[in-house]
């Protein structure tokens, strides 16, 4: 064994906290991470990540793919889940060594894959002791007794469990694979998510907030409790009301509006992130705490926040956003300049291939359904935010539009049936269709447990409890 193999056995017990400084791990935890790396070298997993390294996948693909095992390695080692997933520009070569088979049976083989774990620990390590945990970890804004008291407990509870699946780190390629290739496009930087009630919507864009920037916007209507989260207020008010309260006013004016609304809150967010930069925090951990730093729908942070967007007081340096008469590329020239300076602060050098931004609106649907224009042809509150957000085409933001409603021709229609002839005209192939597709992968059957059903195990009266068959997914 090599010397520099640190992973000492010691007397059976529970594993010790890394970031507690307790030594050398318990030989139980050494022996749970080797099988968990046996099981993966007898399958096919190599070979796969050897392919994806060879063609050349991007880092994003390549990180997605190997994520899955590292976070039940991290749960081993430290007890967690939310350690982030090593960057594949520094460590791509580094799962490969784990999960070659000739581990196995190749005495060299294995005492570079045992070096190489020992790398991984350290990395486990480092990134346990940056991360507080739920029991030190800073109070997050969250809400009242008396407005959770309306909301199902069943439902609150649910949102306190473990996120079980790696369907963020599925949605996370795909919004990056999308904003590589639309994002320079008119109507290209935002995709719906469209499923039914229960299917783990709002729980999917929470978890990813974790490990992107993101500016969440909850469209519920105050007087909504069957749902949860809660929606986002602004100056008293449910903020939907702010997107849908526009009666009957010129495209341009609304469209306008809702830009500065936008840009405004990614002005709240830079103010905050120089604060955390003059402090000196770390540039990976800035997506989660400032996730933390909002806390949840109507907590004081989000109220500031959206009730200083909703005013129509000027934005400095972009105080001509609400003058109509200021033509439509240099409105864009000036959102794009200040975005990307702003994206600056928190994107990695160097890395052009994932939005530095993430804005997602939950309750999307209420968007559709209210026409919020004069002229013809009318438009809807979405219409109208979609055409704000293409005076940000190719800054380095991406939105999501979350809803349980079925009608895709409202979210995403062809270029054919779209409200815009842009789609279709920034094309030399009329046929080319710029809008993403809705994202719709959502598993119906997560289960906290590998395994669903135990043959032989089960009795009649359990099978047939409601508890039992919520492990199958909702019924639609």
């Known amino acids: 064994m090599s010397s520099k193999h640190r992973l000492s056995l010691e007397g059976q017990g529970p594993a010790k906290r890394l970031n507690q400084d307790s030594g050398p791990l318990a030989a139980s935890t050494v022996e749970a991470a080797e099988q968990l790396l046996s099981r993966a070298r007898s399958g096919q997993m190599y070979q796969q990540l050897l392919s994806l390294k060879s063609s050349g996948a991007p880092s994003h693909t390549l990180e997605a793919f190997y994520a899955p095992i590292f976070k039940e390695l991290a749960q081993i080692i430290a007890g967690r889940d939310d350690i982030p997933v090593p960057p594949a520009e520094k460590h791509r070569t580094l799962f490969l060594l784990l999960l ?59 949102w306190k469990t473990n996120y079980v699946g790696n ?6 390629e795909a919004m990056n694979d999308m904003y590589i290739k639309s994002a320079k496009k ?88 120089d604060e955390q930069k003059s402090k000196g925090v770390e540039l ?19 109220i500031d926040m959206y009730t200083a967007a909703i005013s129509e007081a000027p934005l400095k340096g972009l105080d001509d956003v609400l003058k109509m008469d200021v033509a439509f590329d240099v409105i864009q020239k000036k959102v794009r300049n200040y975005i990307k300076s702003v994206s600056e602060k928190i994107k990695p050098r160097g890395i052009k291939s994932r939005p530095a931004i993430l804005f997602y609106f939950d309750e999307a649907h209420h968007l559709t359904k209210v026409t919020v224009t004069t002229g013809v042809p009318d438009r809807t509150a979405y ?74 195990s089960h009795s009649t009266e359990e099978i047939c409890s409601l508890k039992f068959m919520a492990r199958f997914g909702r019924p639609l």
């Open 383 to 456: 219409q109208c935010l979609c055409k704000a957000f293409t005076y940000m085409t190719d800054a380095p933001v991406f939105t999501l539009f979350l809803s349980t409603y079925s009608r895709l021709s409202e979210f995403a229609p062809s270029a054919r049936n779209f409200w815009s002839s842009r789609p279709k005209s920034s094309q030399s192939a009329e046929s080319d269709d710029n809008l993403n597709a809705p994202f719709v992968e959502l598993p119906f059957d997560t289960w906290k447990n590998p395994i669903l059903v135990t043959e032989g």
């Open 100 to 158: 070659d088979p000739e581990c196995e049976s190749s005495m060299g083989k294995k005492v570079l894959a045992d070096d190489t774990m020992q790398d991984l620990i350290d990395y486990i390590t480092a990134e346990d002791k940056k991360r507080p945990r739920e029991d030190d970890s800073p109070p997050v804004a969250a809400y009242s007794e008396e407005l959770l008291s309306e909301v199902s407990e069943a439902v609150r509870d649910a």
């Open 186 to 273: 008119p109507y290209g930087n935002f995709c719906p998510i469209i499923q039914g009630s229960g299917t783990g919507k709002s729980r999917l864009v929470d978890k990813l907030s974790e490990s992107v920037f993101a500016i969440p916007i909850i469209l519920r209507p105050d007087e909504d409790k069957s749902g949860f989260p809660l929606g986002d207020i602004a100056d008293g008010t449910s903020l939907v009301n702010f997107f849908c309260g526009f009666k009957l006013k010129p495209a341009l004016d609304v469209q306008r509006r809702y830009l500065l609304f936008l840009l405004k809150t990614i002005a709240f967010a830079d103010r905050w992130i």
């Open 167 to 172: 369907s963020h780190d599925l949605l996370r």
């Open 284 to 302: 990976e951990r800035l997506a989660e705490l400032w996730k933390t730093h909002l806390g949840d729908p109507q907590s004081k942070v989000r």
